[in-house]
């Protein structure tokens, strides 16, 4: 009886252990991978006066981090790297051209720690806290802006039916709402609001977007975006590339062009949250990616065609005419630049998984199954002592 006793403890204290070691590392972390992808720059600048161009490199994000540049050449000019902004600074007065392999690493981050727990909380408690963020940035991530300014009649009148839609009397009642249902609602309401339709003449901006009903990756983001902003939801937008499949032929990917929000929150920074509804996008959960999605660069909202300068501003049409990475040419202020972009795996490494994860869950595993062992082994030598005691 005696052994029988210490069996069952010892089976009782393994199979603690293999509750508190998976939940340690949550199983689904298991599934976390990565995949470096090589952006060949091809640009050409030509202009004939003093130019500075600032051409996007891209942005350290939590599903991505730019990890080198390599087999570089450039003539015509001489450039700068600001890593802080994530650009080439490139200074030129003639014919500037430039050459280079972008290397950049790519997570899925399904899920990620403490995410939901972080997006379950009211609204008027994040934002009392600004959502961790300075006051001053805050309310620049909040403000209207050009493209999503929330002050004009269409997008009020939209507010009022998202409210009446989703129950709420006002936006006081938001307040009391986590961020998590204020996001998978407001979502919901883009979808029932747009229709997908590919907009060939450019960016549509909010009121056509509202009045016409439809749109593409653009209009559906800065609906999304204009609307968590007016709701206090600080949000940006990521401007980038979708991987479609690989082109044999090419030797390269194939990419759609995308736009998708994001969103900032305590401790987990900027946070994916793909609206679009169309087969060729990921409908995820907010900071869910996957291995296709590269962001080039952030827009902020705030500049029109008209007022992109050059040496202050990210290279990128407002308007979406042009988007770097296409074969067109982008002529502003007499200045003409061709930005042209090829995706192709690194060498050898097109992906990687996470060994240690699965390490972890392993040994959870077996934990476990050694203590369902321990367990029938204890029931019978119990069930042997009862019957021939």
């Given at each position: 009886?005696?052994?029988?006793?210490?069996?069952?403890?010892?089976?009782?204290?393994?199979?603690?252990?293999?509750?508190?070691?998976?939940?340690?590392?949550?199983?689904?972390?298991?599934?976390?991978?990565?995949?470096?992808?090589?952006?060949?720059?091809?640009?050409?600048?030509?202009?004939?006066?003093?130019?500075?161009?600032?051409?996007?490199?891209?942005?350290?994000?939590?599903?991505?981090?730019?990890?080198?540049?390599?087999?570089?050449?450039?003539?015509?000019?001489?450039?700068?790297?600001?890593?802080?902004?994530?650009?080439?600074?490139?200074?030129?007065?003639?014919?500037?051209?430039?050459?280079?392999?972008?290397?950049?690493?790519?997570?899925?981050?399904?899920?990620?720690?403490?995410?939901?727990?972080?997006?379950?909380?009211?609204?008027?408690?994040?934002?009392?806290?600004?959502?961790?963020?300075?006051?001053?940035?805050?309310?620049?991530?909040?403000?209207?802006?050009?493209?999503?300014?929330?002050?004009?009649?269409?997008?009020?009148?939209s507010l009022e039916e998202f409210y009446s839609l989703y129950n709420y009397s006002s936006r006081n009642d938001i307040l009391e709402d986590t961020l998590i249902n204020v996001l998978m609602k407001l979502r919901d309401y883009v979808s029932r609001k747009l229709t997908?339709?590919?907009?060939?003449?450019?960016?549509?901006?909010?009121?056509?977007?509202?009045?016409?009903?439809?749109?593409?990756?653009?209009?559906?983001?800065?609906?999304?975006?204009?609307?968590?902003?007016?709701?206090?939801?600080?949000?940006?937008?990521?401007?980038?590339f979708v991987i479609r499949g690989w082109n044999s032929q090419l030797g390269e990917y194939s990419v759609v062009g995308h736009a998708w929000p994001i969103i900032y929150v305590n401790d987990l920074g900027w946070l994916p949250f793909e609206v679009t509804v169309a087969p060729e996008y990921l409908k995820a959960k907010p900071g869910e990616t996957s291995l296709k999605y590269i962001c080039l660069l952030i827009d902020h909202g705030n500049v029109t065609r008209e007022s992109l300068d050059l040496a202050r501003d990210i290279l990128?049409?407002?308007?979406?005419?042009?988007?770097?990475?296409?074969?067109?040419?982008?002529?502003?202020?007499?200045?003409?630049?061709?930005?042209?972009?090829?995706?192709?795996?690194?060498?050898?490494?097109?992906?990687?998984?996470?060994?240690?994860?699965?390490?972890?869950?392993?040994?959870?595993?077996?934990?476990?199954?050694?203590?369902?062992?321990?367990?029938?082994?204890?029931?019978?030598?119990?069930?042997?002592?009862?019957?021939?005691?």
């Open positions: 009886m005696k052994e029988s006793l210490i069996l069952r403890m010892l089976s009782i204290i393994v199979a603690s252990l293999s509750i508190i070691l998976p939940l340690s590392v949550p199983l689904i972390s298991c599934f976390k991978s990565s995949t470096t992808y090589i952006i060949a720059y091809n640009i050409e600048i030509e202009t004939e006066k003093e130019t500075v161009v600032n051409i996007p490199l891209p942005p350290k994000l939590s599903w991505q981090s730019l990890i080198a540049i390599l087999n570089e050449t450039y003539s015509g000019g001489i450039i700068e790297r600001d890593y802080s902004k994530y650009v080439l600074r490139v200074s030129t007065s003639n014919k500037f051209n430039y050459r280079a392999n972008i290397e950049v690493l790519v997570r899925s981050i399904y899920g990620e720690k403490d995410i939901f727990h972080k997006l379950n909380v009211p609204m008027k408690t994040l934002i009392r806290s600004h959502f961790g963020l300075e006051p001053s940035t805050y309310y620049s991530l909040t403000s209207p802006t050009y493209w999503w300014n929330y002050s004009i009649d269409e997008v009020q009148n997908y339709r590919p907009v060939t003449k450019g960016r549509l901006g909010i009121r056509d977007s509202l009045l016409g009903n439809y749109g593409d990756c653009s209009e559906y983001s800065d609906v999304f975006i204009t609307f968590a902003r007016a709701l206090g939801i600080p949000s940006l937008r990521c401007i980038g990128f049409d407002p308007s979406e005419k042009w988007v770097p990475g296409s074969s067109s040419s982008l002529i502003i202020n007499s200045v003409k630049i061709k930005f042209q972009i090829s995706i192709k795996p690194k060498p050898q490494i097109p992906v990687s998984f996470h060994a240690g994860e699965y390490e972890n869950v392993f040994a959870s595993t077996l934990f476990f199954t050694f203590a369902l062992i321990l367990y029938f082994i204890s029931m019978l030598s119990l069930a042997f002592r009862v019957k021939y005691g």
